[in-house]
C-alpha cells in the first residue's frame, strides 16, 4: 500500500500562509482522489479537501476560499496551499488516499503540524 510523507508545516501568524507537500512512496496515479486532513487533540480527523485525477476538487466549508489543493502524478505528490490562515486552522495535517482513508484498513503517516497565532 502507498505512503504517504507529510511536511511543510510550521509557525505561522493570524492571515499567513504555508504550502504543505505530501510525497508518495509510489506512483499515485491509480489514487483516484488525493486528500488532505486535519485532526486537532481531542477530536476526529476531517476531511479538509481532496482533488481527483480529472481535476474535481472539493473543500471543508471551514477551509474554502482560503486553501487549494493540488497534485503532481508526474512526481508523486500532493499539496495544499493554505493562505489567510487562522487559529482555527491549528492541526496536525495529513494526507492521504481518499477511498483508503474511509474505510477501516486506512493508514496514516506521521502528519505535519501546523500551529496560527492570534
Known amino acids: 500500500q502507498v505512503q504517504f510523507v507529510e511536511s511543510g508545516g510550521g509557525f505561522v501568524q493570524f492571515g499567513g500562509s504555508l504550502r504543505l507537500s505530501c510525497t508518495a512512496s509510489?506512483?499515485?496515479?491509480?489514487?483516484?482522489?488525493m486528500a488532505w486532513y486535519r485532526q486537532v487533540p481531542g477530536k476526529q480527523r476531517e476531511l479538509v479537501a481532496f482533488?481527483?485525477?480529472?481535476?474535481?476538487?472539493k473543500y471543508l466549508e471551514a477551509v474554502q476560499g482560503r486553501f487549494t489543493i493540488s497534485r503532481d502524478n508526474t512526481n508523486n505528490m500532493a499539496f495544499l496551499q493554505m493562505n489567510s490562515l487562522k487559529p482555527e486552522d491549528t492541526a496536525a495535517y495529513y494526507c492521504?488516499?481518499?477511498?483508503?482513508?474511509?474505510?477501516?484498513?486506512?493508514?496514516w503517516g506521521q502528519g505535519t503540524q501546523v500551529t496560527v497565532s492570534a
Open positions: 509510489e506512483s499515485i496515479v491509480e489514487v483516484y482522489a
Open positions: 492521504n488516499d481518499l477511498w483508503r482513508a474511509s474505510g477501516p484498513l486506512s493508514s
Open positions: 482533488i481527483t485525477n480529472a481535476g474535481t476538487t
